[in-house]
């Protein structure tokens, strides 16, 4: 949103990004992946505060401009649950492991 409140002009957007671009470290950074990220933190956020997933996603297919029948919200809702899923497998593993394959004594 320009300073007026106004949407962005493409030449805005492209001269923010070429900003960005020069900074170590944002090489890669483009207009899609601030999307993406914001989607993403936004699920996280939304689950954590635990909204509904069905709430989470009108709100992203809302915000994020999104019709009625795009699938991109239950992308990003997920997207989440399998990392959260993994994360706990994980964990679950990490807390299993001495269990199977103790250390022996020294």
Do not use: C
């Not at 939304?46 to 709100?59: L, P, Q, T």
């Not at 649950?81 to 269990?99: D, F, T």
């Amino acid at each position: 949103i320009s300073s007026k409140g106004d949407a962005l002009e493409q030449s805005s957007i492209n001269y923010i990004m070429r900003s960005l671009r020069a900074i170590p470290g944002l090489e890669g950074i483009h207009p899609h992946l601030l999307r993406h990220t914001w989607a993403s933190n936004f699920v996280a956020d939304a689950v954590a505060k635990g909204v509904d997933i069905a709430m989470i996603e009108e709100d992203l297919r809302w915000l994020g401009g999104w019709s009625k029948r795009s699938d991109m919200p239950s992308h990003y809702t997920s997207a989440y649950r399998h990392q959260s899923a993994e994360k706990r497998s994980l964990e679950l593993q990490e807390k299993l492991v001495p269990l199977v394959n103790p250390r022996k004594p020294k």
